[in-house]
């Protein structure tokens, strides 16, 4: 009796691992698709980012030769007369100031790497861990009065944000992660003596920590426009009154 009834607790654990194993065989074809394996889905998918990614390419750049015939056109045209012309290095001197334009010239490149394995003593850290200090050296710039900002490539303005996601940091909603590059434009001089002297940013990070920091002058540093679209919802321009 008893080896009857082992038996037959023997065949109930064997259909309930039988259910089991189907309703996880079931999930996984939903999940990847029937008939594909793990390792074929992840190139299909690989695949289908690289798509994505030429097709955005390929808009970026039509976007940016568009922008580029308006800009074209309304310089011919302001070279007319004073007036317009005028009208068009004021056009031009605001899309400055709110990141819309391509810009170049003299500043510095801060460079801040994650600290070596072997010095991390069995703990992971990463910069994406202090994304605060990214914030303390942008702060510092703007004081210093720099005239653009770039992390990553990701054109710094007003309307930026600096978010923690995981394991990386999304600025202006694109991931970023170590190393981390800040470029700046303005007096290549007072842009560096604002981060190194003795108290400051750089000298912390030098002095209380394990991250590996270059800063550098150039003569020459490329910072691309901000590229997302702002609108205003809320705000309207003030309407003055008729007295």
Same mark, same amino acid.
């Given at each position: ?21 189907? +309703? ?12 594909? &394996?793990?390792?074929?889905?992840? !190139? ?8 994505? !990614? ?6 970026? %750049? ?39 334009? $391509? ?6 490149? &801060?460079?801040? #790497?994650?600290?070596?394995? $072997?010095? %991390? ?12 200090? =990214? ?17 990553? $490539? ?14 990386? =940091?999304? +600025? ?12 700046? @434009? ?8 604002? &981060? ?10 030098? #002095?209380?920590? $394990?991250? @590996? ?7 020459? @540093?490329? @910072? ?20």
């Amino acid at each position: 009796m008893k080896k009857v009834e082992g038996r037959v607790a023997i065949a109930l654990v064997c259909v309930f691992l039988g259910i089991i194993l189907a +309703i996880q065989f079931k999930t996984v074809n939903k999940t990847i698709g029937e008939g594909v &394996l793990p390792t074929q889905k992840a !190139q299909q998918l690989s695949i289908e980012l690289k798509k994505a !990614q030429d097709e955005r390419d390929g808009l970026r %750049q039509e976007l940016d030769d568009i922008e580029e015939k308006i800009s074209q056109y309304e310089k011919g045209e302001s070279e007319k007369n004073v007036y317009t012309e005028n009208l068009y290095k004021d056009l031009e001197k605001y899309r400055m100031f709110a990141g819309y334009l $391509d810009l170049q010239g003299p500043g510095i490149v &801060l460079e801040i #790497n994650d600290p070596p394995m $072997d010095v %991390q003593l069995g703990e992971e850290s990463s910069i994406v861990d202090d994304y605060d200090i =990214i914030l303390q050296i942008i702060s510092v710039l703007n004081a210093s009065e720099a005239e653009a900002i770039s992390i990553n $490539d990701q054109r710094y303005t007003s309307y930026t944000e600096i978010v923690r996601a995981g394991n990386h =940091i999304e +600025i202006n909603g694109v991931s970023v992660g170590a190393p981390i590059v800040i470029k700046a @434009i303005g007096d290549p001089l007072l842009l560096e003596s604002s &981060l190194i002297f003795k108290g400051g940013i750089l000298w912390y990070l030098e #002095n209380y920590s $394990d991250y @590996i920091v270059q800063l550098k002058q150039e003569k020459n @540093i490329q @910072i691309p426009k901000y590229r997302k679209t702002q609108n205003f919802t809320y705000a309207k321009p003030k309407v003055e009154s008729a007295n």
